[in-house]
Each structure stands twice: as structure tokens, then as C-alpha cells.
């Protein structure tokens, strides 16, 4: 605690800034967020003047600042090639949002989220999918990494649709990277020759029932430009 002065000349006890700040470090550590990924914030994302991300990054912070009254339990859907910085973003929004918000959040990969639920069909394994699916579906605001880099198989679709439909009628914010254009799938048989010929979409990845839902619960922003770990975060022993 500090002592602080008010205007009219009382003097009282208020909690001190550096026990918020503690406080703030501790929800950040529970987040799951990967060491990888710890350094990211949204004051170290680089956009290299590049506009797109420019953009990105501004939608990004104007997210912050409008949670939780002004976004109604909407997140946010990154889109765009592999290196342009989407977890960077998203881990920057997490980070920002559980330090300047108080929010309670979590950061799952998609990959490694359904290899846990896959794995507790073990019976060798002391755990039940339920039990893991807990956090994901109750976490006040979940970043969930990758979506779609999975095969397509029915089980995915069933699991995708189980997560985003329980945070969708919770109303919880959900913030989503995907390498996939936010585009419908390419079905039918006279559409088969320009389905293998063009890159896959999110519909073709998660279904076009889930990412016609995505279009409810999280608002896209498309970002473009160079694959950073090709220049920028080259790995090198210098």
C-alpha cells in the first residue's frame, strides 16, 4: 500500500502500482503462453512499414482499449500467410489485455490441443477430454493458434465445432490465427479440377458451417507481406 493526497487534503491508503503489476505478471504466466512467444508484445511487433500490418496492428490495439464493454464478446480473426507475425499479434493482444484489462486468458496451439484431447482416449492416460476441454471453453479470452493446420477429418470438425460453438454462446472472446484464407470451400464435382489447383481455404480446413460461425464471433483482419523468419528473425550463429 501507499499513501497518496487527495485535492481536498485527505491522505489514505490506496494498493500500490507494483502489486498490480505483480498481479499482472502472475495471469500472464498462467496464459500458456510458450516461451517462444513470451517476448511478444504489441509495442515489439514490426511492421516494417508495410501497411497491411500497420493496419493489423492498429485494429489490434483498438481491440485493447474497447474490451470488454465496447467489443460484446467478439474476438478477432488474423488471417494471412505464413512469418507475417499473427501469433506475434495475437500473444501481444493476450498480454495487453490480461496486464491493462485484468482479463483472465489463455493461449492454446490448435495442433497441440488436439493431441491432448486425442491422447485422454488412452486409457493409460489419468485424464478426460472433458477435463482438458474445461479451461478452453471457460477461459475469458482464448487465442487459439493455427486453426486448420490439422487434416480435415470428421473427428476435427466435431471437435472445432464443440470449442467454438460453447465459447460462442458463452459470449467469450476468441482471438484466431490461421495460414488460411477466410474463404468457403471449393466443393462439388464440377468445381474438383479448380479445388486442386488453388491453395485450400479455412472452409475447406474446418467446414463451411464453422467458418460461416467464425463470421458471427470474430472480426477478420487479412494481413499480407513478407515471411519474417525468410529475412528479419533469420536463425544464424552471429
Known amino acids: 500500500m501507499r499513501v497518496v493526497e487527495r485535492p481536498n487534503g485527505v491522505r489514505m491508503a490506496v494498493p500500490c502500482d507494483c502489486a498490480a503489476k505483480r498481479k499482472a505478471a502472475r495471469m500472464i504466466g498462467h496464459a500458456r503462453i510458450p516461451q517462444r512467444y513470451q517476448h511478444c508484445t504489441l509495442d515489439s511487433y514490426e511492421t516494417m512499414g508495410n501497411r497491411s500490418l500497420m493496419t493489423a496492428l492498429m485494429q489490434a490495439r483498438n ?3 474497447a ?12 488471417t494471412g ?4 507475425g499473427k501469433t506475434h499479434l495475437g500473444v501481444g493482444m493476450l498480454q495487453a489485455l490480461i496486464a491493462e484489462r485484468g482479463a483472465r486468458g ?18 493409460s492416460v489419468d485424464v478426460t477430454e472433458l477435463e482438458i476441454l474445461q479451461p478452453v471453453f471457460e477461459a475469458e479470452v482464448l487465442v487459439l493458434d493455427e486453426l486448420g493446420a490439422n ?39 464440377l468445381n474438383a479440377a479448380k479445388a486442386t489447383m488453388r491453395e485450400e481455404t479455412l ?19 487479412e494481413m499480407t507481406g ?3 523468419r525468410q529475412t528479419v528473425k533469420r536463425a544464424t550463429f552471429a
Open 81 to 84: 500467410s505464413i512469418g507475417v
Open 226 to 228: 513478407q515471411d519474417f
Open 151 to 189: 487434416k480435415p477429418t470428421d473427428w476435427v470438425w466435431d471437435t472445432v465445432a464443440h470449442i467454438l460453438n460453447t465459447r460462442y454462446n458463452d459470449r467469450r472472446t476468441t482471438i484466431i490465427t490461421t495460414n488460411y484464407a477466410n474463404l468457403p470451400p471449393l466443393g462439388g464435382e
Open 203 to 221: 472452409g475447406d480446413r474446418i467446414g463451411e458451417r464453422m467458418r460461416s460461425r467464425l463470421q458471427e464471433m470474430c472480426v477478420p483482419v
Open 63 to 65: 481491440f485493447v482499449k
Open 67 to 78: 474490451y470488454p464493454f465496447d467489443t460484446g464478446g467478439n474476438g478477432l480473426l488474423l
Open 106 to 123: 489463455l493461449f492454446f496451439d490448435y495442433r497441440d490441443l488436439l493431441k491432448q484431447v486425442q491422447n485422454s482416449y488412452n486409457r
